[in-house]
C-alpha cells in the first residue's frame, strides 16, 4: 500500500510563495505518478500538476507559470511550489498517487493541507 501525508499549507499575504510537501511512504517503488490537487470552497476538486514517475511533469493551461511539482526520491517526497499567490489560490491542497498492485491500478488520497492566501 501507498500512503500520503500533506504539509506545509498555511496563511500567507497575496504575493508570497509557498511550498507544500507531500510525504510518500509504503510501496513507494509501485507508484506511476503523483499528483496535486486543490478543492477551494464551494468548488470542485481540480488538478494542479502531475509528476511521473520518471520524473515528467504536467500542467493544466490554468496553472502553467506560478506552480511548480518536483520530488526527491531519497527522500520520497514530492513538492509544490507556489509563487505569486492570489486569494483565488485559497484552497485545500491534496496529494494523489497511482501506483499498481497485481496489475490493477489504484489511486490514495493524502487528508490535504489548507492554503489561505489573505492580507
Known amino acids: 500500500q501507498v500512503q500520503l501525508v500533506e504539509s506545509g499549507g498555511g496563511l500567507v499575504q497575496p504575493g508570497e510563495s509557498l511550498r507544500l510537501s507531500c510525504a510518500v511512504s509504503?510501496?513507494?517503488?509501485?507508484?506511476?505518478?503523483t499528483s496535486w490537487y486543490r478543492q477551494a470552497p464551494g468548488k470542485e476538486r481540480e488538478l494542479v500538476a502531475i509528476?511521473?514517475?520518471?520524473?515528467?511533469?504536467q500542467y493544466p493551461d490554468s496553472m502553467k507559470g506560478r506552480f511548480t511539482i518536483s520530488k526527491n526520491n531519497a527522500k520520497n517526497e514530492v513538492y509544490l511550489q507556489m509563487n505569486s499567490l492570489k486569494p483565488e489560490d485559497t484552497a485545500i491542497y491534496y496529494c494523489n498517487a497511482w501506483y499498481t498492485v497485481n496489475l490493477r491500478n489504484l489511486e490514495v488520497w493524502g487528508q490535504g493541507t489548507l492554503v489561505t492566501v489573505s492580507s
Open positions: 509504503g510501496s513507494t517503488f509501485r507508484i506511476q505518478r
Open positions: 509528476i511521473s514517475n520518471g520524473g515528467n511533469t
